[in-house]
């Protein structure tokens, strides 16, 4: 699974699909780790708080061809900032469809009056659990884990969900996770920073 969709799961791990974050805080997370995928897959990096696209070839994956493709027709914006909030207006349904296209939740309109609302219930409760069970696991393990959780936890922790993970941790893990975010590579590290100042600033702002 990638990472936005488990971060995903972890941000909505609830019989409803309710969100345990702010909304603006949900979709900056999820942001984060759609640029994090492509990242890891090789195709952009990040330094100078600017995006640059290294490999124009599709990846694999839909939603990170569109992710990709948005950045290379869109070449004239390249911060980093800039990127996650735009990519925070549509990421929580772009990653739910994702999640629901690979049979991990169910979508469900809900109409009240004039509005109709969308969310994306779990299929199986264990599955959706999963990803946060694991999380925890690899912070109170000595083995040092690979690039893509420790991001996955950095950004975890940036977007204020750091309690769903290690909801009866102690210090211990505490003090392991932010040393699983310092040995983060250059680029990865700069994101989960980003990351956090952004939605530190969105939700003083009241954004919704």
Do not use: C
């Amino acid at each position: 699974m990638l990472i936005a969709d488990e971060f995903f799961l972890i941000a909505h791990n609830d019989s409803r699909g309710k969100a345990k974050l702010h909304p603006s805080a949900t979709g900056l997370g999820l942001a984060a780790g759609l640029l994090a995928e492509l990242i890891l897959f090789g195709q952009i990096t990040v330094s100078g708080g600017l995006v640059t696209v290294l490999d124009r070839r599709p990846p694999a994956d839909a939603l990170a061809h569109t992710v990709l493709d948005q950045l290379i027709g869109e070449s004239q914006h390249q911060a980093v900032r800039t990127w996650l909030a735009f990519l925070s207006q549509s990421s929580t349904t772009s990653v739910g469809e994702r999640l629901a296209r690979a049979g991990v939740l169910r979508r469900q309109e809900n109409r009240r009056l004039l509005r109709t609302t969308v969310s994306y219930l779990p299929i199986d409760l264990n599955a959706a659990a999963w990803p946060a069970t694991r999380l925890r696991a690899l912070v109170e393990r000595p083995e040092q884990p690979l690039v893509s959780d420790a991001t996955l936890l950095g950004l975890v922790a940036a977007a204020g969900l750091t309690r769903e993970v290690l909801w009866s941790a102690g210090p211990r893990a505490h003090h392991r996770l932010a040393t699983l975010v310092q040995s983060l590579p250059a680029p990865l590290k700069e994101l989960v920073v980003h990351t956090e100042a952004a939605v530190g600033a969105a939700v003083l702002r009241g954004i919704p």
